[in-house]
């Protein structure tokens, strides 16, 4: 029997939507399998098309992007009630990803920046994006846009993650055996994350010497050694924090990780365990004689430790937003 | 108003800081009660998840207690401990808290009144910074 498979989105740049289509001529083994009755990005899908589903009819939905506006939430708890099944694609879905890092402001400053304070921007009156409008004898609607971008697990009951931002084909080829054994009715168990278990630091493919870092560098200001960690060179790798599964393509093109796959399992904050690494293997060969000073000195060269250590990760964190100015 | 009684978090490592403060009470030494403490084996072994844990589950600030530099227990534990907390200050402020709501001190097992007096001072100090605001915001309630 083919099964019915749903893909929904949120808060997303659509990158999952080509990881997907860069399973090539695979994708056809994924049609064979399944009928494809929600896309919205590759196919004229509308909203009512979900709708009209009944409980649990659809197999399998897969939504990515982060959960950000009302009708973002809407389409997650939509794609849950139709589902049997309901999959976390990319870093948004899976941690909140990059749109997640709109927890370090909220919607009022958003709002403020983009229809007031910029230069190019001319709005005496600071007309704002409203939810409801009347123009003439029409009443216009906008989606709320919410001051916390969230991940999809934060929203509704998820059964199954695909990390990556995007995902690499490698990993996403592996839905194919698992619809195949859906159609069987034999799921995988809930809570699987279809990726390694493993840190990225164990698939790496670059010689680490001797796990000291005894300054910190950006990407762009060194050429850095080809072959050796680029974190002993000072440059700041999430690898030790990383799950791995992705094959290290980033580091393969020698650009440091940047942590989309999310936190190791048993981790629950990605930036305290980085911030764990770095503080085991910083300048640790001179521990004893270096002044407190020097320490700091050292760590000033790390610009901005929220954006870095919760790139993608932030809503998911244990502190996931800042919190506001003391009135 | 109620004077504001802040709840403190304290990790302290059991060869050092956490002798130091059963020679405060065999001392007989008075410090403010905010301190909840937590013995652990050594400050190095103390996780930035567990800080901001505390955070999160509402602590107005978290102590860390350790040997002073040279003598920790397990060689380095301490030094790593000084990296962490530097570290993590760097990050608090621009999730909004105050980075003096963390503080590092190292005690040693024989030093009873210092760490009673170390303790009044922070207890002090989170005293007038006030309630940790992450209390107050709606994400607390995930």
């Known amino acids: 029997m083919k099964l019915k498979l749903a893909i929904g989105l949120g808060s997303t740049c659509s990158g999952c939507d080509i990881a997907i289509l860069d399973l090539a001529e695979r994708i056809l083994e994924l049609v064979d399998l399944a009928d494809i009755v929600f896309w919205p990005t590759a196919m004229d899908f509308k909203l009512e098309d979900l709708s009209k589903f009944g409980e649990g009819e659809i197999d399998i939905s897969i939504y990515h992007g982060t959960v950000r506006t009302s009708e973002q939430e809407h389409i997650a708890h939509l ?7 309901v999959m976390a694609f990319g870093s948004c879905a899976c941690f909140g990803g990059i749109p997640g890092l709109c927890n370090l402001t909220n919607r009022e400053e958003i709002f403020r920046t983009v229809y007031k304070e910029t230069p190019s921007t001319v709005n005496p009156d600071f007309i704002t994006p409203q939810t409801r409008v009347k123009v003439g004898d029409f009443e216009l609607t906008l989606p709320e846009l919410y001051d916390d971008g969230k991940s999809l697990k934060q929203v509704v009951d998820v059964d199954y993650y695909l990390p990556g931002c995007p995902p690499v084909v490698e990993l996403i080829e592996k839905l194919i055996p698992i619809l195949r054994s859906a159609q069987n009715g034999e799921l ?8 390694s278990d ?4 164990d698939e790496c493919p670059l010689r680490r010497e001797n796990k000291i870092i005894d300054h910190i560098t950006r990407v762009h200001e060194i050429i850095p050694d080809p072959e050796r ?3 002993e060179q000072g440059i700041l790798c999430m690898g030790p924090a990383t799950r791995g599964g992705c094959g290290a393509r980033c580091i393969s ?4 990780c940047r942590g989309c796959m ?7 904050d990605q930036g305290a365990r980085m911030i764990s690494a770095i503080a085991s293997i910083l300048a640790v060969d001179e521990e004893q004689e270096l002044p407190e000073e020097e320490v700091e000195r050292l760590i000033e060269g790390i610009k901005d430790p929220a954006g870095t250590f919760y790139r993608f990760t932030l809503p998911e964190a244990l502190l996931n937003r800042k919190v506001g100015e003391r009135k | 108003m109620e004077r504001f009684e802040p709840k403190i978090i304290g990790f302290c490592c059991n060869w050092c ?3 130091g403060a059963d020679l405060a009470g065999i001392s007989r030494i008075q410090y403010p009660p905010n301190l909840r403490m937590i013995r652990v084996m050594c400050s190095g072994s103390v996780d930035p998840e567990h800080i901001l844990e505390a955070f999160r589950n509402g602590a107005d600030g978290v102590f860390i207690g350790g040997c002073h530099p040279g003598d920790c227990h397990y060689m380095s534990g301490n030094y790593k401990t ?13 999730l909004g808290l105050e980075p003096e709501r963390v503080r590092l001190e190292w005690v040693s097992a024989a030093e009873g009144a210092r760490f009673a007096q170390v303790v009044a001072d922070f207890i002090e100090e989170i005293r007038r910074l006030g309630p940790n605001p992450w209390k107050r915001t709606k994400g607390a309630e995930r």
């Not at chain 1, 794609?79 to 099944?85: C, N």
């Not at chain 1, 999310?262 to 629950?268: A, N, S």
């Not at chain 2, 000084?82 to 621009?94: C, D, E, H, T």
């Open chain 1, 79 to 85: 794609l849950r009630e139709k589902s049997k099944a």
């Open chain 1, 188 to 195: 995988p168990p809930k809570g699987t994350v279809i990726a």
């Open chain 1, 198 to 201: 493993k840190t990225l630091c």
């Open chain 1, 229 to 231: 960690c680029l974190l």
């Open chain 1, 253 to 256: 093109a020698l650009m440091p």
């Open chain 1, 262 to 268: 999310g936190p190791p399992p048993g981790v629950k």
């Open chain 2, 17 to 19: 800081a956490y002798a």
């Open chain 2, 82 to 94: 000084l990296r962490k907390v530097k570290l993590l200050k760097k990050l608090l402020p621009q």
